[in-house]
């Protein structure tokens, strides 16, 4: 699967240095396809699927370096729909089996799949100043919902603890307002850009309290955000912040 992967990479990195857009289709694919017929035969899945995520954020680049999307999108696609059955096959069936992934490398894979395309969507579009694509915005809900919403399904399956998922939905959530404050502090596509970041980060921050925080201790740090966003909201003249304070502000009190 290494192998599979740094050869797809490899080759991905010349197409797009000399403008051969069908060596990089027929090698991305290629390699796709022969990350999914090879795990019956290895009977470990894990490594291809994390193949095919690194092979998937390599047709990403390449996409923004060449002008090209179309593989891009069906990387991403192969990728989210992968990662779906295995996480089907391990609700269906926990036991071991060729598509059965333990708990926690299927969690690895599926917040790999959340970091490597919201990380990327945002450094494309901070350092090229351009707002997010309806493409990319599609490919984000699909990541977030099969891999973080997947990895909190796997985890409540399993009876594992929560703890980690919900530090990483955290983590996830405070660089999603990070980054909208970049946009807005470099102008780069402020509307668009700044109200897709901060929805995710509120998204991320719904979920993961919960996995954090129970009772009282929940609603104490609800209140914490709803008091902190208010703020941010005030001081950067930014209405979407407020409403985020009144939406933590509401889930405090349910």
């Not at 796709?32 to 990403?60: N, Y």
Request: aromatic share 8%; with cysteine.
């Amino acid at each position: 699967a290494l192998t599979l992967a740094a050869a797809a990479v490899a080759a991905l990195a010349v197409a797009t240095r000399r403008g051969l857009r069908a060596v990089a289709f027929g090698f991305a694919m290629g390699s796709g396809v022969m990350s999914m017929v090879l795990v019956p035969v290895s009977g470990d899945p894990f490594p291809f699927a994390a193949a095919l995520v690194v092979i998937g954020l390599a047709a990403l680049w390449h996409g923004y370096l060449s002008g090209g999307s179309l593989l891009a999108r069906l990387m991403a696609g192969i990728a989210d729909v992968w990662i779906l059955m295995l996480l089907v096959f391990r609700l269906l069936n926990p036991g071991p089996g060729p598509m059965s992934l333990p708990a926690s490398q299927l969690v690895t894979v599926q917040l790999g799949l959340v970091a490597a395309y919201l990380g990327s969507f945002a450094v494309r579009a901070l350092l090229k100043g351009r707002e997010i694509t309806n493409a990319e915005i599609v490919q984000s809900v699909a990541a977030i919902a099969v891999g973080f919403g997947g990895a909190v399904a796997v985890t409540g399956a399993s009876k594992s603890s929560f703890l980690p998922l919900g530090v990483s939905g955290l983590v996830f959530g405070v660089a999603n307002y990070g980054v909208s404050f970049a946009f807005v502090a470099r102008s780069a596509g402020k509307g668009r850009n700044f109200h897709f970041s901060s929805g995710m980060a509120l998204l991320f921050i719904l979920i993961a309290l919960p996995l954090l925080v129970t009772g009282p201790g929940l609603g104490a740090a609800l209140s914490a955000c709803a008091i902190v966003a208010a703020l941010l909201g005030a001081s950067a003249q930014r209405a979407t912040l407020s409403l985020h304070g009144s939406v933590y502000a509401v889930g405090a009190m349910i």
